[in-house]
């Protein structure tokens, strides 16, 4: 059963860094797409970045040129390095993960990202 764990969230000031981490436990099969969503109190959750094997990477415009993804495939890891933070990046972060593009999506219990101004 494929698992995937995040850490590295937590509390930081207007301008801070915090790098997120995932890793996927329970399957040796390298995974297509690897990526991060994030919800906000009383929003939607919505794609922050997505890296694909191909190394073709997605990035929503509110965190391009800020948020950086990488992903360690041997690992079956995927990163979020945050910088420049903003209190509007206040969310729970989720990592995801699927195997091809035909099939669903695993996620993460999610890690709390919290920007004070």
Known sequence: QVQLVESGGGLVQAGGSLRLSCAASGSTFRFNDMGWYRQAPGKQR????SKRSDGRTTYADSV?????????????????????????????????????VYTSYYWGQGTQVTVSS
């Not at 919505?46 to 970045?49: C, I, K, N, S, T």
């Not at 933070?85 to 206040?90: C, I, M, N």
């Open 46 to 49: 919505e794609l922050v970045a």
């Open 64 to 100: 391009k040129d800020r948020f950086t993804i990488s992903r360690d495939n041997p690992k079956n890891e995927v990163y979020l390095q945050m910088n420049s933070l903003k209190p509007e990046d206040t969310a729970v972060y989720y990592c995801n993960a699927r195997k091809t």
